[in-house]
């Protein structure tokens, strides 16, 4: 087990994310930002409240569960454990910015598009993740990157937050 990045550079990485999404778009009156449940949500609402600060405007922020739109759900578990959709606002003509904590296979970025696609049609959807880890089987992107770690195949990255683990950081741990 290797320890990636600390809170401190969590909330470095974060901060910088925050940035990078203001500055790829100066306008925030139709940006809103979804987090991916599980860990995607708390990393959103921290860019979200960053954000707020930076440019005293609250934005709308979402919660996102792709459980039910998940293209491998028969083999993840027999009663899969279904979160919260929380999205209580237009998303029509936004720019959306989708958040999650690691990108791996595209997958599950797949399957968070047709969810929100199910809630309206944005203007833009973006892609901010804390962890690039590659290995990619769709063709999929993140506009935002907070850190690339290579991986090999056999290695998992686990991302520990506060809201959801009681600690912040990132490990790289072996499989098996």
Do not use: C
């Amino acid at each position: 087990m290797a320890k990636l990045m600390d809170k401190e550079e969590i909330r470095r990485v974060l901060s910088r994310l925050s940035h990078q999404i203001l500055e790829k778009d100066k306008e925030v009156k139709d940006l809103v930002i979804v987090g991916i449940q599980r860990r995607g949500v708390p990393l959103a609402e921290r860019i979200s409240g960053m954000i707020e600060r930076m440019e005293g405007k609250k934005l709308d922020t979402g919660i996102l569960d792709i459980t039910l739109y998940r293209d491998d759900l028969t083999q993840i578990a027999h009663q899969p454990i279904v979160r919260n959709t929380h999205i209580p606002f237009p998303i029509d003509n936004k720019r959306v910015v989708l958040i999650d904590d690691v990108l791996y296979t595209g997958r599950t970025v797949r399957a968070a598009i047709d969810v929100l696609i199910d809630f309206g049609r944005p203007r833009k959807i973006e892609l901010a993740v804390l962890v690039d880890r590659g290995h990619r089987e769709l063709p999929i992107r993140a506009d935002f990157v907070g850190k690339n770690i290579p991986t090999a195949s056999e290695e998992m990255v686990e991302v520990k937050l506060e809201e959801v683990d009681g600690r912040d950081e990132v490990l790289l741990l072996k499989r098996g």
